[in-house]
């Protein structure tokens, strides 16, 4: 009995040594930039300063007395939540149409995810080019078919921008979706289609008793994935519209960027990354949260 | 005999070795970060570095050429790390900030053996007195590019003034989906150098010569009620444009009249000769004060000290003035002729001469107009200037208040709430002043 206990403690010893490495790497890598970025938040830095005098917790009074973090707020709510709601829709009926068997199912497949495959700085300048007013195909192409006669203002007008850089987004991210949904869609036993099909099923009740309960807990997982994912999203709304018109796209992540790099105030961009990795920790509990009930049902 | 061989051979490949690596310790390396990435600027660098490295071989420079966003993170980083490049582009808004914290080293008598007297007026600013950046080319953003043959169509003449500027707009705007005019309106620093023009043009100043903010000032608001009208006469998309729009669109050959930068006459030539040959250039419109005032500033390059980890100062020294003068100077600017314009007087005559052989078809009037950088202000030069008998009177001041806001895009927010929100110009500009009274007052408590 003794000799087991040994052996467990030398076996739990072990596993500590051998876990050493990656959990060192995780500190140095995840908990270091993230203590850094608290401290900066606890003091007033400014432009070429490498620290500056400890101000306590009067950066984070600043930003929630700051309108421009609720407005920041609101858009960051509206772009993760549009775009995400988009790209589920689009990718579950994507995925759905590709599950079924018809000729050039590969090519059809190939091409859906093609938008993922290419690199998002020259998707979004593309993009950028073709919604242009004057020099944009997109304008073109709806004023040659008669739906517009003026070119509308796909990036500049207060209405328009958001929902250019949501129609952007979910062009760039619903394949994600649909590779996920394809990927359970493929493993339901097809006994279970025909045995329903003999009891006389029609297809909406063979995909809402047989299809949508197999999907739903990779669709919800995929959806708090991508629900994360878009809400630290950078690059495409700052190369489509910069934050722009006034602060109409403006997210939290740019805010972050702006307040770090065109004001120099580090302090304050370093408090709203934190109310903003605050924000995203809630979003992960929900996730692990799911993960759990998904296991446990399994 | 054959071991003898490798010996000798394994034992003069190890010397080789030896010498080699003790040359290369010998060698003091220059870093030099800067952000011109133009194909035609970089091969210029390369072939500079070469012909620098033949006659100083302990000296070898590292170049490293980044995006304008991208140098401003790795100065920020650098400076953190202490690991600045000895060479580095810095930008108007950071002169004051870096050189007060001891991260340049003072240039002055670099400055005084290439000639103080050389320079173009206003191009070098000192800061406390000193000079802590050298100049290597000018930037003129008061030039009017107009279609000339839109104009004869038209039966306009060059417009010499705000009203005849609005009047020439109107008529040049048609059924043809042509725009008369073209300025940028979007959440960027080139709206707010355009703004700039206007407002200094109608006799205003973001700031006094004490440095109290006086941007509700009338002028102020004459130049964003300018702004407002002539929005009418633009391509309704202004609102996103920044610095390539100004260029790009002018290509489409869809606008009459675009006050802007020399690069866009650069690029027609290269790439649309058509509309290059039916494009001529004038100086600005005269706006209310009487005078047609050209936003030029420089760029420049400035030396990193030791406190921010700098290491071969003396060698970057050395290199900076072989680049900022001479024939170097000279085959940079020709790089995109007539847009680099040579801060010191003595090269430019060449640069006119050469450049518009080799560019503008022999177009040398293109080039003199582009090269006039008369009645200039700049952000940090722009403290209560005064605008008398058709001249800019400068009042010496140099403000290290308004790149904070420049920055902050607050010029060009205003623009925005004139030209997209349809708000009242005045009321656009108390907000403006609002705004930077905030950040000036913070800038002092600091």
Known sequence: MADNRAALAGDRLLAYAALAPSAFLLLLLAGVPTITVFVTAMQDVGMGDTDGPFIGFENFAWVFAEPAFYTALWNTFVWVFGSVALEMLLGLGLALLLNKSFAFRGAARAIVLAPYLVPTVVAVLTWRYMLHDIVGVVNAALMSIGITDQPLLWLNSQGLAMTSVIMVGVWKFFPFVVIAILGILQSIPQEQYEAAKIDGASDFQQFWRITLPYVMPVFLLTALLRTIWSFNKFEIIYLMTGGGPLDATTTLPILVYLKAFSDFEFGRAAAIAIVTLAILCVLLAIYFFFIKRAEARQ | ?446
Not at chain 2, 110 to 123: L, N, T
Request: zero cysteines; a negative charge.
């Open chain 2, 1 to 446: 005999m054959a071991r003898t061989r490798l010996y000798l051979s394994i034992g003069g490949s190890l010397v080789a070795l030896l010498m080699s690596s003790t040359a290369w310790a010998q060698q003091q390396v220059v870093r030099f970060l800067h952000n011109e990435t133009d194909p035609p600027s970089i091969e210029f660098f390369n072939n500079a570095i070469k012909a620098f490295e033949a006659e100083n071989p302990d000296i070898h420079i590292e170049m490293e050429a980044v995006s304008t966003d991208g140098r401003l993170q790795k100065v920020l980083a650098s400076i953190n790390t202490k690991t600045m490049p000895e060479i580095f582009k810095v930008l108007p808004e950071e002169r004051f900030e870096f050189a007060r914290k001891g991260y340049l080293v003072p240039l002055d008598d670099m400055v005084d053996e290439i000639g103080r007297d050389d320079y173009v007026a206003g191009s070098l600013v000192p800061v406390e007195g000193k000079i802590y950046d050298v100049p290597y080319t000018l930037g003129n953003y008061g030039v009017l590019w107009q279609r000339e043959d839109f104009l004869k169509a038209k039966g306009v003449s060059t417009p010499k003034t705000w009203d005849e500027l609005l009047a020439g707009a109107e008529a040049l705007t048609g059924e043809d989906g042509n725009f008369g005019f073209l300025f940028p309106a979007g959440k960027n620093r080139m709206t707010g150098i355009f703004l700039s023009q206007m407002i200094w043009g109608a006799g205003g100043t973001y700031f006094d010569k004490d440095l109290n903010v006086t941007f509700d000032n009338p002028g102020t608001v004459k130049a964003l009620t300018f702004l407002r009208d002539i929005a009418k006469f633009s391509p309704r998309g202004i609102g996103s444009y920044s610095y390539g729009d100004m260029i790009n669109v002018y290509l489409t050959g869809k606008i009459g009249l675009d006050i802007y930068a020399p690069r866009l006459i650069a690029n027609a030539a290269a790439n649309t000769p058509d509309l290059f040959k039916n494009t001529i250039a004038d100086n600005m419109p005269v706006g209310p004060s009487g005078v047609a005032v050209k936003f030029v500033n420089a760029n420049s390059f400035a030396l990193s000290s030791e406190t921010v980890g700098s290491k071969n100062v003396e060698a970057a020294r050395k290199f900076l003035k072989f680049i900022v003068t001479g024939e170097r100077l000279r085959d940079f600017s020709l790089t995109v002729h007539p847009h680099l314009i040579p801060p010191l007087k003595g090269v430019q005559e060449d640069v006119i001469k050469l450049g518009a052989a080799q560019t503008l078809g022999g177009r040398e009037e293109i080039s003199r107009i582009a090269f006039d950088t008369s009645n200039a202000l700049d952000f940090e030069s722009e403290a209560g200037a005064q605008f008398k008998d058709g001249a800019v009177i400068r009042s010496g001041v140099v403000n290290p208040y308004i790149g904070s806001i420049v920055a902050r895009d607050i010029p060009a927010q205003v623009v925005q709430r004139v030209v997209l929100q349809g708000e009242d110009p005045a009321a656009a500009a108390a907000w403006g002043q609002q705004r930077m009274q905030a950040i000036v007052d913070d800038l002092k408590k600091k």
